[in-house]
């Protein structure tokens, strides 16, 4: 027997069942999916469960071409992104030359190099956070992940950049995980028809309120499509059951109010930030519906066991160079308020403590 005792998985954060606390620690939607989503589930007939679900997810995949005006046979769906992104990981990164990410960013990358004992590099971001995957010799290089905007940084690269890192790695295959693009990053969907070595990759779980429903999607060029549904069919061919199919596609068809939702929580964010920086707190620049803060002179751990005690859960990362920052969801904004009275109330506690 040969234990994995290399592998080191991914530790989600916390999901406590206790009435009325305020949860901001994993990056969920405030509102509540599409009302046509709901329409969806409620409409379903369940009948249709004693059947296999359509493992080739058409009326879905089609409903994500339309809404992101792709050709036939450029997206892949998955139950999450999760999976997408491990698929994508198997399909693309076997070269046995190093993969190439950030230091700082979605620690499931490191996760899936371990599963799958696929070397990786880690380049440190740069000091002020920003991405920093230019420097590298492409040669070397047995294929590129990139999360944009980063997490937990929340910073967005431009469209010039992604460019850039494409030209650069021409040939090895560039994921882009786009979890978090539409709260203001600027998505590298456009570039699939020029760039057959680009791989994008979206979820359902943030802008579209359906973390629970779990459902993901990649877009990119034919070949990189067939050869991800080459390892699906190698490994689970019924990854989407059909309640979730056709809650998803309701989803897709609603874009109004979708980007009603982000519009809203972009705008909680802005406030927010403003009140963090009257509390002290530098907030790096977030095009994401989350927040990465610190205080000088608060401990970001003492901070957070505190919030927890007052029933407001946020995240922290015990890793160098960002051990000392929270990483905050945005929520409604009455959430919001109550965690920035709570600061409040913490902070007068420290100045008693200290005299
Ligand atoms: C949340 C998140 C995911 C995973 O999303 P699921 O679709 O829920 O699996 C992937 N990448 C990043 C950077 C995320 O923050």
């Given at each position: 027997?040969?234990?994995?005792?290399?592998?080191?998985?991914?530790?989600?954060?916390?999901?406590?069942?206790?009435?009325?606390?305020?949860?901001l620690?994993?990056n969920?939607?405030?509102?509540?999916?599409s009302?046509?989503?709901?329409?969806?589930?409620?409409?379903?007939?369940?009948?249709?469960?004693?059947?296999?679900?359509?493992?080739?997810?058409?009326?879905?995949?089609?409903?994500?071409?339309v809404?992101?005006?792709l050709?036939?046979?450029?997206?892949?769906?998955?139950?999450?992104?999760?999976?997408v992104l491990?698929l994508?990981?198997m399909?693309?990164?076997?070269?046995g030359?190093?993969?190439?990410?950030?230091?700082?960013?979605?620690?499931?990358?490191?996760v899936?190099c371990?599963l799958?004992?696929?070397?990786?590099?880690?380049?440190?971001?740069?000091?002020?956070f920003r991405?920093?995957?230019?420097?590298?010799?492409a040669?070397?290089?047995?294929?590129?992940?990139?999360?944009?905007?980063?997490?937990?940084?929340?910073?967005?690269?431009?469209?010039?950049?992604?460019?850039?890192?494409?030209k650069?790695?021409?040939?090895?295959?560039?994921v882009?995980?786009?979890?978090y693009?539409?709260?203001?990053?600027?998505?590298?969907?456009s570039?699939?028809?020029?760039?057959?070595?680009?791989?994008?990759?979206?979820?359902?779980?943030?802008?579209?309120?359906?973390?629970?429903?779990?459902?993901?999607?990649a877009?990119?060029?034919?070949?990189?499509?067939?050869?991800?549904?080459?390892?699906?069919?190698?490994?689970?061919?019924?990854?989407?059951?059909?309640?979730?199919l056709?809650?998803?596609?309701?989803?897709?068809?609603?874009?109004?109010?979708?980007?009603?939702?982000?519009q809203?929580?972009?705008?909680?964010?802005?406030?927010?930030?403003?009140?963090?920086?009257?509390l002290?707190?530098?907030?790096l620049p977030s095009s994401?519906?989350f927040?990465?803060?610190?205080?000088?002179g608060?401990d970001?751990?003492h901070?957070?066991?505190?919030?927890?005690?007052?029933?407001?859960?946020?995240?922290?990362?015990n890793?160098?160079r960002?051990?000392?920052?929270l990483r905050?969801?945005?929520?409604?904004?009455?959430?919001?308020?109550?965690?920035?009275?709570e600061?409040?109330?913490?902070?007068?506690?420290c100045?008693?403590?200290?005299?």
């Amino acid at each position: 027997m040969n234990f994995r005792d290399d592998i080191v998985p991914y530790v989600p954060g916390e999901q406590p069942h206790i009435a009325g606390i305020i949860k901001l620690n994993t990056n969920e939607n405030p509102y509540p999916p599409s009302p046509k989503v709901t329409e969806a589930i409620r409409s379903f007939d369940c009948a249709q469960l004693a059947l296999y679900p359509s493992h080739r997810c058409d009326k879905l995949k089609n409903a994500l071409e339309v809404r992101y005006g792709l050709p036939s046979g450029r997206v892949f769906v998955g139950n999450g992104s999760d999976e997408v992104l491990a698929l994508c990981f198997m399909a693309f990164f076997n070269s046995g030359k190093p993969v190439f990410f950030s230091d700082i960013t979605y620690s499931f990358y490191r996760v899936w190099c371990n599963l799958l004992k696929i070397p990786n590099e880690e380049i440190p971001l740069s000091q002020d956070f920003r991405i920093n995957l230019m420097d590298g010799d492409a040669a070397a290089y047995g294929g590129v992940i990139l999360a944009n905007p980063n997490a937990p940084t929340g910073i967005a690269e431009d469209i010039g950049f992604v460019k850039g890192i494409l030209k650069k790695y021409r040939d090895s295959i560039v994921v882009v995980d786009e979890a978090y693009i539409d709260f203001g990053g600027e998505s590298a969907v456009s570039l699939i028809d020029q760039y057959p070595n680009l791989v994008v990759v979206h979820t359902f779980s943030k802008s579209r309120s359906l973390a629970g429903l779990r459902v993901g999607y990649a877009m990119a060029q034919e070949p990189l499509i067939a050869e991800l549904e080459k390892i699906k069919y190698s490994f689970n061919a019924y990854p989407l059951d059909s309640l979730s199919l056709a809650a998803a596609v309701a989803a897709v068809e609603d874009p109004d109010y979708y980007c009603k939702t982000a519009q809203k929580i972009i705008k909680t964010r802005t406030s927010f930030v403003e009140q963090l920086g009257a509390l002290g707190f530098q907030t790096l620049p977030s095009s994401a519906n989350f927040v990465f803060t610190q205080a000088l002179g608060i401990d970001a751990v003492h901070l957070s066991d505190y919030l927890k005690s007052r029933k407001i859960y946020v995240r922290h990362f015990n890793a160098p160079r960002i051990s000392n920052y929270l990483r905050v969801t945005i929520g409604l904004p009455e959430h919001m308020n109550t965690l920035l009275r709570e600061i409040e109330a913490y902070k007068k506690t420290c100045e008693t403590l200290t005299i």
